[in-house]
């Protein structure tokens, strides 16, 4: 069975839900309405960290939320099938970025 085969979208029946729909909107407001990963605005998806066909009880978790754009949830997925590997240096560079990009964020949320 190929990779793409394998994979189902066993996220269906949570994303349909009213309860998801709130979700979401915690998710994306508590993320500043921006992909956690490269900072877009646009095209913006939640996403589970946590793939919910490997934990299902986690589906309506906010923790287990992220915000991310079209692009980065695209490269997530293909990871998680199995279709690309990400380059451990580019990771940990990306990582630090988001890393300095948040701090402003959370200081500013501090002094409001």
Known sequence: MGVM???RRHSR???KSRRWKAMRMQALERDGWQCVRCGERRRLEVDHIEPVRNRPDLSYTLSNLQTLCGRCHARKTRIEVGMGQPNPAREAWKS??????RKPIEERKRNA
């Not at 630090?96 to 990009?101: A, F, G, H, I, N």
Request: charged share 35%; glycine share 0%.
């Open 96 to 101: 630090l970025l988001r890393e300095m990009q």
């Open 13 to 15: 029946a949570v994303t």
């Open 5 to 7: 085969r394998e994979h």
